[in-house]
């Protein structure tokens, strides 16, 4: 089946928007950080008041959770508890020696290793535009990051957290592309979260959960959950099975530019050539990628196991 711009354009521009929203992050840990909130604790708030919201979502949708947890949401589920969660950690963990500027290119590796990934593994053919944008994205990204690699903000230990996150990313990416083509998004969406949520929360009793004890740290919490929380996870398992791993991830680099208008812009950090120079590279490599989509085929997505059996393929999704 061929889809043309009409069918490729809302989920290219969710995927921009979702990894946007994503790029607040940083900053929202930074702040919940300073009110004594630890990584996993943060998290834990986060995913449970996204799956508060996504569970009234699928009721309002009249979803049966129920059946699709017993037709397979649970891979799901697992993949996010799994490797969802080994992503996450690994970002965040390699943030607390490295600067953050080291970690966040060494991350944004992963459109490469997507690529790489889907030629030598799924034995995809490379179309040279991805190559080319992938490319371009990669310089804008070693300019925007550049003052904090030759600062010498390289730790070994932050090192073996950061390196393997990319690998474990376009895996995981890559099994979501096919994986969730199952399920209406809100259903990915909140199974991949309740798997986290799992992951984190075991996290969170072992180490001690953080309460927010303050009405702002609350508000903080309230938008991580809501923003780049419930709406993201949305959008992305909206777009991933639409757009394929490797697209997405050209895409998602939107997040980067977010985390560098938001230093500029709320953080006061300084507006140099090579970053300006960066963030338009990036931002031409996300339109490249997106035009050249208009005309690429689609493929046919795996039938809904709920179609033959009842209530989950009754809803496409929201």
Not at 97 to 112: K, N, Q
Request: aromatic residues 8%.
């Amino acid at each position: 089946m061929r889809e043309g711009a009409s069918g490729l354009w809302p989920a290219a521009l969710a995927a921009v928007a979702g990894s946007a929203m994503v790029g607040t992050m940083p900053l929202m840990a930074r702040l919940l950080y300073a009110e004594g909130i630890d990584t996993p604790s943060m998290l834990f708030w986060r995913y449970t008041l996204a799956l508060l919201v996504l569970g009234v979502a699928s009721r309002m949708r009249r979803l049966d959770l129920r059946q699709a947890w017993r037709d397979g949401a649970w891979r799901v589920a697992l993949l996010g508890g799994t490797l969802g969660a080994a992503q996450t950690l690994c970002f965040w963990e390699s943030i607390k020696s490295l600067d953050t500027s080291v970690a966040e290119f060494l991350f944004y590796t992963y459109p490469a290793v997507t690529l790489l990934l889907d030629r030598v593994v799924l034995k995809h053919p490379i179309r040279p535009v991805a190559v080319f944008c992938i490319a371009v994205i990669l310089i804008g990204a070693g300019l925007i990051t550049g003052p904090g690699i030759r600062g010498g903000g390289i730790d070994p230990r932050g090192l073996l957290w950061a390196v393997p996150a990319p690998l474990i990313y376009a895996v995981y990416l890559a099994i979501n592309a096919r994986l969730l083509r199952r399920y209406p998004p809100l259903v990915g969406a909140g199974s991949l979260f309740a798997g986290m949520l799992v992951t984190f929360g075991v996290a969170a009793v072992i180490g001690g959960l953080d309460v927010p004890s303050r009405g702002s740290a609350w508000l903080l919490v309230v938008f991580i959950g809501l923003g780049p929380g419930a709406l993201w996870m949305m959008l992305f398992t909206y777009s991933v099975p639409i757009l394929g791993a490797s697209s997405f991830a050209i895409l998602a680099n939107a997040e980067l530019v977010t985390v560098v208008a938001i230093g500029v812009a709320v953080l006061g950090e300084p507006v140099t050539l090579p970053r300006a120079i960066g963030g338009a590279l990036i931002l031409i490599g996300i339109v490249a990628r997106a035009l050249s989509r208009r005309d690429a085929p689609r493929p046919d997505p795996l039938p809904a196991r709920g179609e033959r059996e009842g209530p989950v393929a009754s809803a496409t999704g929201g």
